[in-house]
């Protein structure tokens, strides 16, 4: 083999190994945690509870039109995705690089849901692989002043809980950029070309508000509480963000809630 048909080989293998995805050490779903019992507590409770999909992705990698393919088709009643883009995609920011630091992702087409499992995206994602009750119920209302979008957050305790604490995301969807498309078997992006160049990417990560504690002294039963941020959108349509906001201890994710921008979402919906 000459030389350029070493180099070819080279680049092949770089390609498809630079192209996967990265597993994540699984935490168990309902063990250990803050508040004693939390298993018991968990089956008596009536709180629906809403995932938390993270896509670790780029635009320059075709595996990851998959992921956000399979994310997006999620049941949005249950499920709420994040893109993530980072490793050089050309819509990535500081903010989405510093999330992927923080969590420990080192490769792109990671899936992640609720902090702490990576999830096999392939398959998709069904509401019933998840638990769909706990503890913490979110409302949000988020009105726009200026350039800014004001949101308050209210949390709703339905146990004794310490150790908590919440996040915020904001997302912006109908970004139009390049993404490279591996045309897998099925997807909807098939006979799309290998490099789609008006792709529509949607909940982008934009900006962020991390670990924000709440006192034990707040998160016990039966209480509300309440705290308000500010995100700046700049010029942007209002239309086009979106808040998400995860309250979690060391071990779980307790619940997530979505709004968008400039509107209002009750409190999760308590069920049989």
Request: with cysteine; hydrophobic share 40%; aromatic share 10%.
């Amino acid at each position: 083999m000459d030389l350029v048909g070493r180099v070819i080989v080279v680049l092949a293998w770089i390609a498809f190994f630079s192209c996967t995805s990265e597993e994540k050490e699984v935490v168990n779903p309902d063990g250990g945690g803050g508040g004693g019992g939390i298993d018991t507590i968990m089956a008596d409770v009536k709180v629906s509870k809403k995932v938390l999909i993270e896509d670790y992705v780029a635009t320059w990698c075709g595996n990851c039109i998959l992921a956000i393919e399979k994310s997006e088709q999620a049941d949005p009643s249950v499920f709420i995705p994040v893109a993530i883009h980072f490793l050089g995609s050309a819509i990535e920011n500081d903010n989405a690089i510093r999330v992927a630091r923080e969590n420990g992702i080192t490769s792109q087409t990671t899936v992640i849901t609720d902090k702490h499992t990576s999830f096999n995206f392939r398959k998709g994602f069904n509401a019933a692989d998840f638990q769909n009750k706990t503890v913490v119920a979110i409302a949000i209302n988020s009105e726009q002043r200026g350039t800014a979008v004001d949101f308050t957050i209210q949390f709703k305790f339905y146990a004794d809980l310490s150790n908590l604490r919440y996040s915020a995301y904001l997302l912006r969807n109908g970004i139009i950029a390049v993404q490279r498309n591996y045309q897998f078997s099925g997807s909807i992006y098939e006979d799309s070309p290998r490099t789609i160049l008006n792709f529509t990417h949607n909940h982008v990560l934009q900006d962020i508000i991390l670990n924000q504690s709440i006192a034990d002294a707040q998160s016990v039963k039966d209480n509300t509480f309440d705290q308000t941020h500010s995100f700046n959108i700049g010029t942007g349509n209002i239309q086009d963000f979106e808040i998400v906001v995860y309250v979690e201890d060391q071990s779980r994710v307790f619940n997530t809630q979505r709004v968008h921008a400039g509107q209002s979402v009750n409190f999760h919906e308590e069920v049989e």
